[in-house]
């Protein structure tokens, strides 16, 4: 148990529409990473949040954005949903400076038909 | 930028050991992880290894390193069923803050 936590755990979405996840940092950490993990593949870094701001960004396309609150909580939002969304999808919550603390929760599961 | 790869699946016998293997292309890689996923689940940090270091140690956990040959490999000794799973080796930067890059993992299956 890694502390953690993200929401919602399954999602079922129509192409076109817009849908927000949510994840929980561990507590004391203040970096949210998120990635996508396509059936049958690794996870794939889309951004990164560090104390509020965009700190890195992989190769996705606008319509994927984020937020990160005071509390360093995260969201990922994704707009003009497509087929090829659908995934799960994984956050990790580090602390800046300590390479071991690198913790993921159990991610989202996003269906878009 | 950096590409992983690593054999796709891994039988073995219970109480046998397990070497999953693991190569990459980014030099500059100061940390090397291993995760392990089970299924419909997140990832799970096993270990990690410092890139000035060739081998390390973490009870039924062997990791190896050669870095010349940007080789990694992560040896499960006395395998249990609990250990099914796949298992992703992660180059990574130097701090908690540095994205990782995984290969498509390797799926471990453990007879019984």
């Known amino acids: 148990e890694t502390g953690v936590t993200q929401s919602p755990t399954h999602l079922i979405k129509t192409r076109g529409q817009q849908v927000t996840l949510r994840c929980s940092s561990q507590?004391?950490?203040?970096?949210v990473s998120w990635y996508q993990q396509a059936l049958g593949q690794g996870p794939q870094f889309i951004f990164q949040?560090?104390?509020?701001?965009?700190?890195g960004r992989g190769n996705f396309p606008p319509r994927f954005s984020g937020l990160q609150f005071p509390n360093y909580s995260s969201e990922l939002n994704v707009n003009a949903l497509e087929l090829d969304d659908s995934a799960l999808y994984l956050c990790a919550s580090s602390l800046g400076d300590r390479v071991e603390t690198q913790y993921f929760g159990p991610g989202t599961r996003l269906l878009v038909l | 930028g950096e590409d992983v790869e690593q054999s796709l699946f891994l039988s073995v016998r219970e109480g046998d050991s397990s070497v999953i293997n693991c190569t990459y292309t980014d030099s500059s890689s100061t940390y090397l992880y291993w995760y392990k996923q089970e299924p419909g689940a997140g990832l799970q940090l096993l270990t990690y290894?410092?890139?000035?270091?060739d081998m390390k140690q973490d009870q039924r956990l062997t990791v190896l390193l050669n870095k010349k040959d940007k080789h990694l490999s992560l040896r499960i000794a006395d395998t249990q069923t609990g250990d099914s799973a796949i298992y992703f080796c992660a180059p990574g930067g130097n701090s908690g803050n540095t994205p990782l890059v995984f290969g498509k993992g390797t799926r471990l299956s453990v007879i019984a």
């Open positions: 507590s004391g950490h203040n970096t």
């Open positions: 949040y560090y104390r509020e701001e965009e700190n």
């Open positions: 290894i410092f890139s000035n270091m």
